[in-house]
Protein backbone atom coordinates (compact mmCIF):
# COMPACT_ATOMS: atom_id res chain seq x y z
CA UNK A 1 0.00 0.00 0.00
CA UNK A 2 1.01 3.58 -1.02
CA UNK A 3 1.72 5.70 1.92
CA UNK A 4 1.96 9.14 1.44
CA UNK A 5 2.41 11.72 4.58
CA UNK A 6 2.66 15.85 4.35
CA UNK A 7 4.24 17.55 7.61
CA UNK A 8 5.44 21.16 8.26
CA UNK A 9 2.67 23.00 7.57
CA UNK A 10 1.71 25.81 9.96
CA UNK A 11 1.26 29.44 10.39
CA UNK A 12 3.88 32.06 9.15
CA UNK A 13 3.96 35.85 8.65
CA UNK A 14 4.91 37.24 5.78
CA UNK A 15 7.94 37.47 4.07
CA UNK A 16 8.59 34.08 6.44
CA UNK A 17 9.40 30.45 5.31
CA UNK A 18 8.44 27.21 5.81
CA UNK A 19 9.52 23.73 4.78
CA UNK A 20 7.33 21.00 3.97
CA UNK A 21 7.87 17.46 4.00
CA UNK A 22 6.23 14.53 2.08
CA UNK A 23 7.24 11.01 3.33
CA UNK A 24 6.37 7.91 1.19
CA UNK A 25 6.43 4.59 1.43
CA UNK A 26 8.96 4.35 -1.77
CA UNK A 27 10.67 6.06 -4.35
CA UNK A 28 8.22 8.02 -6.76
CA UNK A 29 7.72 11.16 -8.94
CA UNK A 30 6.20 13.34 -6.31
CA UNK A 31 4.54 16.60 -7.22
CA UNK A 32 3.20 19.38 -4.47
CA UNK A 33 -0.36 20.86 -5.17
CA UNK A 34 -2.29 23.31 -3.28
CA UNK A 35 -6.04 24.43 -2.61
CA UNK A 36 -7.26 27.68 -1.26
CA UNK A 37 -10.74 28.25 0.15
CA UNK A 38 -13.39 28.17 -3.00
CA UNK A 39 -10.41 27.89 -5.26
CA UNK A 40 -9.04 25.57 -7.80
CA UNK A 41 -6.56 22.74 -6.79
CA UNK A 42 -3.36 23.80 -8.75
CA UNK A 43 -0.12 22.42 -9.40
CA UNK A 44 3.12 24.08 -7.57
CA UNK A 45 6.06 22.53 -7.86
CA UNK A 46 7.47 18.70 -9.13
CA UNK A 47 10.30 16.62 -8.95
CA UNK A 48 11.54 13.52 -11.21
CA UNK A 49 12.44 10.10 -9.34
CA UNK A 50 16.25 10.42 -9.42
CA UNK A 51 15.74 14.23 -8.46
CA UNK A 52 17.24 15.44 -11.41
CA UNK A 53 14.45 17.59 -12.82
CA UNK A 54 11.96 20.26 -11.02
CA UNK A 55 9.37 21.66 -12.05
CA UNK A 56 7.59 24.66 -11.51
CA UNK A 57 4.54 26.92 -11.22
CA UNK A 58 4.92 30.60 -12.37
CA UNK A 59 3.62 32.05 -9.15
CA UNK A 60 6.56 30.27 -6.93
CA UNK A 61 9.46 30.67 -9.12
CA UNK A 62 12.50 32.12 -7.05
CA UNK A 63 10.48 31.55 -3.98
CA UNK A 64 9.98 27.69 -3.35
CA UNK A 65 12.72 25.05 -3.83
CA UNK A 66 11.38 21.34 -3.90
CA UNK A 67 14.21 18.86 -3.01
CA UNK A 68 14.10 14.75 -2.23
CA UNK A 69 16.59 12.82 0.46
CA UNK A 70 16.38 9.04 -1.63
CA UNK A 71 17.91 7.68 1.66
CA UNK A 72 14.36 9.03 2.86
CA UNK A 73 12.19 8.58 0.70
CA UNK A 74 11.29 12.51 1.44
CA UNK A 75 10.54 14.90 -0.55
CA UNK A 76 11.03 18.76 0.66
CA UNK A 77 9.42 21.81 -0.40
CA UNK A 78 11.46 24.76 0.98
CA UNK A 79 8.63 28.08 0.99
CA UNK A 80 10.50 31.00 1.28
CA UNK A 81 9.43 35.11 1.05
CA UNK A 82 5.67 33.72 1.93
CA UNK A 83 2.66 35.53 0.61
CA UNK A 84 -1.10 35.80 2.00
CA UNK A 85 -2.23 34.17 -1.53
CA UNK A 86 0.22 31.67 -0.69
CA UNK A 87 -2.46 30.66 2.29
CA UNK A 88 -3.63 26.47 0.89
CA UNK A 89 -3.42 23.27 2.27
CA UNK A 90 -0.94 21.67 0.16
CA UNK A 91 -1.02 18.17 -1.28
CA UNK A 92 1.73 16.25 -1.95
CA UNK A 93 0.77 12.87 -4.90
CA UNK A 94 2.90 10.81 -5.97
CA UNK A 95 3.50 8.57 -9.16
CA UNK A 96 5.55 5.44 -10.19
CA UNK A 97 7.13 6.69 -12.90
CA UNK A 98 10.99 8.19 -13.54
CA UNK A 99 9.73 11.47 -15.00
CA UNK A 100 7.54 14.17 -13.84
CA UNK A 101 3.94 13.42 -14.59
CA UNK A 102 0.99 15.30 -15.91
CA UNK A 103 -0.79 17.00 -13.68
CA UNK A 104 -3.57 14.38 -14.14
CA UNK A 105 -1.64 11.45 -13.75
CA UNK A 106 -0.62 11.33 -9.84
CA UNK A 107 -1.89 8.12 -8.56
CA UNK A 108 -1.68 8.48 -4.68
CA UNK A 109 -2.51 11.56 -2.48
CA UNK A 110 -1.67 12.56 1.06
CA UNK A 111 -4.25 14.12 2.91
CA UNK A 112 -2.52 17.70 2.94
CA UNK A 113 -1.15 20.28 5.25
CA UNK A 114 -2.74 23.70 6.19
CA UNK A 115 -0.20 27.03 5.62
CA UNK A 116 -1.43 30.31 6.46
CA UNK A 117 0.59 33.46 5.70
CA UNK A 118 -0.45 36.56 7.38
CA UNK A 119 0.06 39.59 6.39
Known amino acids: QVQVVESGGGLVQAGGSLRLSCATSGRYAVGWFRQAPQKEREFVAA????????SYADSVKGRFTISRDNAKNTVYLQMNILKPEDTAVYYC????????????????WGQGTQVTVSS
Open 47 to 54: ISWSGGTT
Open 93 to 108: AVRNSLTIPRVNEYEY
